[in-house]
Each structure stands twice: as structure tokens, then as C-alpha cells.
């Protein structure tokens, strides 16, 4: 009987693990399809993929890829939209593509590290992500931009509009904690989970997926509906990829992020929401007092961290108002 218990044994493990394979197969073809949904409805908006690599020998180590107008017009300005942490810029500003493609001329990176963006320069600073940006858009020959940056990505549009100045029209920073102290950030941490921000920005279980969810979005509900499985695809499809790196950003993030920053000089419009449980309210109008007069606060009612997702009409109007105002 032994031989027969060892055969059997041997067969169930043998089916366990054609089982995993299946199920990560499943996983990797739903972000597969899901992705390329994304592309497709990018594409439908007449905007075009295209990777730009900063180096200037043949061993590009750099690299950026954006989502660049399929036709430039000379009439409307342009304008650069910056993601935050998780999915890449598809998946993140999939309610705004459409509607700011047909105003303005339109260009969406991936960040490094998200997406198809990457780089081998140990460096994780917002400084060199803003740097990165600014660097393909010049490639791409474009002079002139505002720039509106989400969560993380308002870090981002930040650094660039200090620093390049020239370049910079207007800023946009969508819920973004960019000037806030010490003790802040330690009572903000200890709200949140203190270690645990690494689990919910690089969830590693559906359960961290529906608690970044809950913490994000006001309007979370529909989106907590998703299977398990649906959640898994996007943890190995999207959010463990390049994990190692995108923890070092993390990493360096929480410990720069409370840096005090120099005052930009743009007109910049301040967008929060009005529930919003990652960077509360009251740093909208602690960065707008420390800005002065070239900064203004719009609060969307109803809605958390994630405006893009909780409220895309009222973010998509005001952007393309704020953007297509004259300047004062």
C-alpha cells in the first residue's frame, strides 16, 4: 500500500500546483485584459503611447513612457497630469482622459517604477522623479505646461514647478499633504497604521486592496464589491510590480515629506476633498496660507482622498476653468 500512498501523494501535489499555476495565470489575464481596456479607451481619446528614453547613449537606463496627444493643436494649451501611488496613469485618470483631452493638449506619464517607466539609477527622490518628467517633456518638445499632480504625484508637480520655473504655467495639486510639521505627520501616521502605510499603498492581500479602498475613496462602496480575485490580479498584475523600488520610494517619501518646501511663484489651485482621511482638509488652507495670494482652495463636498474617482465631473471642470482662465 505504501507505494500507492506515495503515488497519490505525489499526484495531489502534483495537482496543487498545476492549481497555483492556473490561478496565477487567471490573475495575470484579467490585469492583461484590464490593461489593455485602459489603452484602448486612451486610444479612443486620440491619445497616442510613446516612450521616451533620457539617456543619451545606446544603454538607456531611464526611460518614461507617456500617453502624448495624437494631434497637437496650436490653440490650446497644454497640459501634464502627475498620478499618485498604486495602479499607473491609466488606471488612475481613466474619468479624466476623455473630458481634458478634448480642452487641452494632454500628456500623461507613468512615473518610474509604475507603468512602463523605469530607470536604474539608485536614486528614489521626488527630486529625480520630477526631473525624469520634465526631462521626456522637453524631448518631447514641449516649452510651455501647467501640471496637475495627484497624492504623490502633487509631490511631483510640486518639485517640478519650483524648479522649473521657465516651464510651469499654472499647478494643480489634487490632495497632497506638501507642507505639513513633524507632529502632523506622526498623529496622521498614527490615524492611519503607522507601519501599515507600506501595506496600503503596496497591498500584498485583497483585505489591504478594500482598506486602501475604504481609506481613499468617500464614495468606496461599489468599488469594495470586487471579488477577491479581481483585487489578487491587480496586487500581481499592477501593484507588485517593480515592488522593491516602489517600497524605497515609499521609504523615502515618509522621510522627506515633512521637508519644508520653497514657495512657488505659479497660480496654483488647490483641490481637496472635503472628506478626505489620508491628508485632511486643513492642509489645503495650511499650503494655501503659506503660498499667500497665488494659491486658492476649491473643496469637493462628499468626497475623500481619491477626488479623481469621488468626484471626476467637479475635478474635470474645475482643472480645465482653472487652467483655461487667464492669468490675474
Known amino acids: 500500500m505504501e507505494p500507492y500512498y506515495n503515488h497519490l501523494k505525489q499526484a495531489l501535489r502534483s495537482l496543487l500546483a498545476a492549481a497555483v499555476r492556473l490561478r496565477d495565470t487567471t ?6 485584459v484590464a490593461d489593455t481596456l485602459f489603452s484602448l479607451y486612451f486610444a479612443s481619446c486620440s491619445m497616442l503611447p510613446c516612450t521616451v528614453d533620457l539617456d543619451d547613449d545606446d544603454a538607456a537606463t531611464t526611460t518614461v513612457h507617456f500617453w502624448i ?18 495602479a499607473n496613469s491609466r488606471w488612475q485618470f481613466y474619468y479624466q482622459v476623455r473630458h481634458l483631452s478634448r480642452h487641452f ?8 517604477f509604475f507603468g512602463r517607466s523605469y530607470s536604474e539609477n539608485p536614486d528614489r527622490s521626488i527630486e529625480f522623479q520630477a526631473g525624469c518628467v520634465a526631462a521626456g517633456l522637453r524631448k518631447l518638445g ?19 514647478a519650483e524648479v522649473h520655473v521657465a516651464a510651469v504655467e499654472k499647478v494643480v495639486i489634487i490632495s497632497s499633504g506638501i507642507h505639513y510639521t513633524d507632529e502632523q505627520k506622526e498623529e496622521q501616521m498614527r490615524r492611519i497604521g503607522g507601519e501599515g502605510i507600506r501595506d496600503l499603498l503596496l497591498p500584498k492581500k485583497p483585505g489591504d486592496v478594500r482598506k ?5 475613496l468617500y464614495k468606496s462602496r461599489r468599488y469594495n464589491l470586487a471579488p477577491d480575485f479581481v483585487l489578487q490580479g491587480f496586487i500581481k498584475g499592477i501593484s507588485n510590480n517593480h515592488k522593491k523600488e516602489k517600497l524605497e ?6 522621510k522627506k515629506a515633512n521637508a519644508k518646501p520653497a514657495r512657488i511663484t505659479q497660480e496654483t489651485l488647490l483641490l481637496w476633498g472635503e472628506k478626505d482621511n489620508v491628508f485632511p482638509l486643513h492642509l489645503a488652507y495650511q499650503l494655501q496660507s503659506y503660498l499667500g495670494a497665488t494659491a486658492r482652495v476649491e473643496v469637493l463636498k462628499d468626497t475623500g ?10 475635478v474635470n471642470r474645475l482643472i480645465t476653468w482653472f487652467v483655461s482662465s487667464a492669468k490675474s
Open 105 to 112: 493638449n494632454l500628456y500623461v506619464p507613468d512615473l518610474l
Open 212 to 216: 486602501m479602498i475604504k481609506l481613499a
Open 142 to 160: 514641449l516649452e510651455r505646461y501647467s501640471v496637475v499632480g495627484l497624492s504623490y504625484g502633487g509631490y511631483v508637480a510640486y518639485r517640478m
Open 69 to 86: 496627444p495624437g494631434h497637437r493643436k496650436s490653440t490650446r494649451p497644454a497640459l501634464v497630469l502627475i498620478h499618485g501611488f498604486g
Open 305 to 314: 482622498h481619491g477626488a479623481n474617482i469621488d468626484s471626476p465631473e467637479e
Open 249 to 254: 520610494l515609499v521609504d523615502h517619501l515618509m
Open 27 to 32: 490573475f495575470k489575464f484579467f490585469t492583461a
